[in-house]
């Protein structure tokens, strides 16, 4: 456990740049994003207030970005093994300055009135294959539909949104879904991830067709199981024949 | 000119962040980028080594990182009205740390020793339509090839790089190359443009067809001039055209 007490690293952290990570999953019916809520703080009107957050936080001098996105996911959640991608860096300079920010930098942070630049990252993950686990500053670390994200920390609801947008356009450019699907799936699976990210419904031949049409599916003889009747073909991703072709994949015209 | 005097916003510099951009120019026949020369600091057996580098500077702290690309670039190209776009940060915590570099940082920064994030930022221009002046401590702002890129200061090779890669990525899926050309362009300039960012030669008659078909180019009567015969027909990009189809817009499958 080589990161498994956030105060050991603590003189190393750099308190001007933190990295945080938005994490994508898929329960075949909704679009889901990782989320750590944080002891609480504040208290308003006599009702505490939860305090929702990313994944994220400063990084260590002797780390480079990517390392800090692993070890700050790592330590709050647990989760390792996971591709994180960096998709852009948030520097507005009121970011951490709102009062229920600043309290709770004051408890956890040796320069809590520092500007702090944040460098977001982003995972696409087969949801049921990870479990996280709250840890460090974070007392629960849980997935939320996408579409009921809780107001959170700092501008992190602004970076989800962010997040999604560049999901969505690299959706079109790249067969970036089957990452969030099981190794096996229905085209009736893969259509309904197509459509709950890009916000549309989509025609049912033409979605077969086209996906078809690309050649990046391997179609099994084995079908779906667990379901009474109309039991669907299953499909898996060739990875390969993506590598060979995707200097000339340009996406899914639907 | 509100960003005139460098100096006089120093005490404001964030010594940790930074910004670099990487401006591509096209001159129909290679692409060039934007660099800048800095007075000469280093002495090596005798010979003075030239020092180039992005045009980049320290972000300030009353900007955010859109803000402080714009300045940064005015104060050293003054260049202005350009659209830039964050694509990568750069946080290796060597990157700023190589004898040659440290020493041209304690000539000019106040804490030198500093671990400096930078956020890049590139852009796409007509390269005809901005002349760069040099400023600051920039001595000189010129248009190198990107094939010829000279040795640059920190890991500005590997930004560049980077840049290219997007642009590259970015073109399959997006039409930017229009922002390189002239308001008026023959498809031949056009075709010159794909093969030499995506590195290699098109066929013409299919070329003509896929990108005719995708229905965002506007013909004109008019028709290229000084050229002494053989003159090709003109087009025009087709914005609103483009505004329309861009959801349903996925490049040119060459």
């Known amino acids: ?29 909704e679009l889901k994003v990782l989320l750590i809520e944080r002891e609480n703080l504040s ?15 400063l990084i ?19 989760l390792t093994n996971i591709y994180l991608e960096q998709f852009y860096a948030f520097g507005d300079p009121e970011r951490v300055k709102r009062k229920q920010d600043t309290e709770w930098l004051k408890s956890i942070r040796e320069e809590p009135s520092a500007r702090v630049i944040t460098v977001a990252y982003y995972s696409l993950v087969k949801l049921d294959a990870y ?18 994200i809780p107001a959170l920390a700092f501008d992190h609801n602004h970076i989800v949104n962010k997040a ?28 309904k ?3 709950i990210i890009l916000g549309n419904e989509l025609d ?7 996906i078809l ?12 199981k667990g379901v009474p009747h109309k039991q669907a073909q299953l499909f898996m991703f060739d990875k390969e024949k993506y590598e060979e072709v995707k200097n000339t994949y340009f996406g899914f015209d639907f």
Chains 1, 2 share one sequence.
């Not at 790249?174 to 990452?179: A, H, T, V």
Request: proline fraction near 6%; glycine fraction near 6%; charged fraction near 25%.
């Open 164 to 191: 999604f947008e560049t999901l969505k356009s690299r959706l079109q450019s790249q067969p970036l879904g089957f990452e969030l699907l099981p190794e096996k799936f229905t085209l009736g699976q893969l259509q």
């Open 131 to 148: 479990s996280p686990t709250a840890a460090s500053f974070a007392k629960k670390a849980e997935w939320y539909p996408i579409t009921t």
């Open 43 to 57: 208290v308003e009107g006599g009702l505490s207030i939860r305090n929702f957050s990313l994944p994220g936080n």
């Open 193 to 195: 991830l197509y459509e």
């Open 60 to 78: 260590s001098d002797d780390e480079n970005l990517d390392q800090s996105a692993k070890r700050v996911l790592y330590e709050l959640t647990g």
């Open 213 to 224: 049409n690309k050649k990046i599916l391997i179609p099994l003889i084995e079908k779906q």
């Open 1 to 29: 456990m080589p990161y498994s007490n956030i105060d050991k690293n603590k003189s190393k952290l750099n308190p001007h740049v933190s990295v945080d990570c938005v994490i994508f999953g898929f329960d075949f019916d």
């Open 204 to 210: 049912k031949r033409n979605f077969r067709r086209k």
